[in-house]
T-cell receptor
């Protein structure tokens, strides 16, 4: 049983560009949450997708957007990249998505913005 | 805004020593989770505590949730090099998001 998978593993972009990150949840899970983890920090909640809709959003600008597909996989899009967007982007899946539910994290995508 | 503060930020000890890391907040959480994250990987859930005063044991790890559900601690007995990693606490509230602390980076030297 595959766990949460993310692609790509690493990505280098320049300021102003746009990026799309992908996540496939663990089998049986219907909810995907995205987190940004800057170096030396804990993960920060970006948003959560459930039933193909954004259910909750953290304190991130509209440059960060997402999508969930009928097969529960998800994409995170970031437009107009800034240097400060350099971070590890983590996807977590769960069933139901409650904050007390167990979330399984993927290995993350390391984004570097030059 | 709910914040979780973890201490210490860094901890380097010898194999066999005991240690405690702390997670504190001014806010009440309905649940609190502890994760361990190793380099190049995502966090892995160790435990979830939901009841004030709750104590859970996982082999050499003991987790405690404060009576007021605002703080938690993780105690490791007889630490081993395999315990090395970033320990993160995360609080869950009435919404769907988890609020993470900055973590405690533990190094256990052989």
């Amino acid at each position: 049983d595959a766990g949460v998978t993310q692609s790509p593993t690493h990505l280098i972009k320049t300021r102003g560009q746009q990026v799309t990150l992908r996540c496939s949840p663990k089998s049986g899970h219907d909810t995907v949450s995205w987190y940004q983890q800057a170096l030396g920090q804990g993960p920060q909640f970006i948003f959560q997708y459930y039933e193909e809709e954004e259910r909750q959003r953290g304190n991130f600008p509209d440059r960060f957007s997402g999508h969930q597909f009928p097969n529960y996989s998800s994409e995170l899009n970031v437009n107009a990249l800034l240097l400060g967007d350099s971070a590890l982007y983590l996807c977590a899946s769960s069933f139901g998505g409650g904050a007390g539910d167990e979330q399984f994290f993927g290995p993350g995508t390391r984004l570097t913005v030059l | 805004t709910q914040l979780l503060e973890q201490s210490p930020q860094f901890l380097s000890i010898q194999e066999g020593e005991n240690l405690t890391v702390y997670c504190n907040s001014s806010s009440v959480f309905s649940s609190l989770q502890w994760y361990r994250q190793e380099p190049g990987e995502g966090p892995v859930l160790l435990v979830t505590v939901v009841t004030g005063g709750e104590v859970k044991k996982l082999k050499r790890l003991t987790f405690q949730f404060g009576d007021a559900r605002k703080d938690s601690s993780l105690h490791i007995t007889a630490a081993q090099p395999g315990d090395t990693g970033l320990y993160l606490c995360a609080g869950g509230g009435s919404n769907y998001k988890l609020t993470f602390g900055k973590g405690t980076l533990l190094t256990v030297n052989p």
